[in-house]
């Protein structure tokens, strides 16, 4: 027995997904990245009339389907099973993709350093809610941009031996941090079978996959890294501002994602992923913890769940400025439903500020909130 959720019905996921699979079928991705362009069209794929969009057939999406893993096990760097990603399992793990850090000791909000970060390291590496950690904000204010990705891998592996969520900030940024968790496995094959991170990789919307998100997943699935596929659908910008219009283009960006991998590597580790939010027309904003933004969330990894996939969502987070009611009521709103839908990954503590800004008094009272969700949806 436990507790669950449910927003779509059975015949809604199955006509999103079958849209998904036509606009894939017919219409097609830009798929800019070089090298994984000439990869697909050597497995087989066509282009359109233009030459410019690769066609994925609806029978080479639903073998990808097929093959991707139900669940897989992050292990530690020690080489010790450490989170499961699959069925109804849970797993907090702090927000990726901080600017600033919002000072516990100033009240100020300011570009973070790496003193910073060893500070978040060690906090996160004792809470007991988190269920593994992740590279959460950039430390610009002291390292080059260019190795920043690099940088922060590299402290979350010299101070903690949890798995961690991470990712490269450019084209060129996946090889130098491979061989960083190489060192914690004896070859190549002990790399794939005990993965030690996650990293993530944007689709980059409209139907189309960037340069750098192209090359990282290339050079992920290389390397035997399982990914997270995380599109940023914006509702009423760059998707439709309705639910099952933004279901089916989000749907399109995460089976592109998985099945290119699946082309490259059948059977490497996929989380279904995405980062939605809806666009404020009147202030411009673009608020992930809004209800509407949650709501698809729920309803992907219900799709997701429905194709037999790990998923991944950002939620557990606030768009609210500092550590006040606001923080408090859209993070645990939100952290109840990742719970109740059975997200794998809930990617969002510690996080506020429309994922700007990260803090951590709020990941130590996150920590409180995510585990009073387990407790709620504990069988």
Known sequence: MRPSLNIISDELIHKVVEEAKRILAETGMDIRGHAMRERLLEHGLKTDSSGRRVLFPVDVVERAIESAPESFTLYDRDGNPHAELGGFNVNFVPGSSGLKILDHRTGQTRLSDSKDFVEYIRLADGLEHLGYLATAFSTNKDIEP?????????????????SVASGAFSEHGVPRMAKMLRLFRRDEAEMIEKPLSIFTITATGNFRYGEDSCQNLLDCVEAGIPIEVVPV???????????AGALVFHCVDVLTGLTMAQILRPGHPVLFGGAPATFHMKAASSPMAA???????????AIAKSLGLPCQAYMA???????????????????ILAALAGVNSVSGPGMLDYVLVFS????????????????FVRD
């Not at 209800?291 to 990894?301: G, P, S």
């Open 146 to 162: 260019q190795v920043s990705d690099a940088w922060r891998l590299y402290m979350s592996l010299f101070s903690s031996k949890r």
């Open 233 to 243: 659908t914006l509702m009423g910008l760059i998707a439709p501002v309705t639910l």
């Open 291 to 301: 209800i509407e933004a949650q709501r698809l969330d729920c309803a992907y990894v």
């Open 317 to 335: 987070l606030s768009d609210a400025k500092v550590l006040d009611a606001q923080a408090g009521g859209e993070t645990f709103s939100s952290a």
């Open 360 to 375: 951590l008094a709020k990941l130590l009272f996150d920590d409180e909130m995510c585990g009073q969700a387990l407790a």
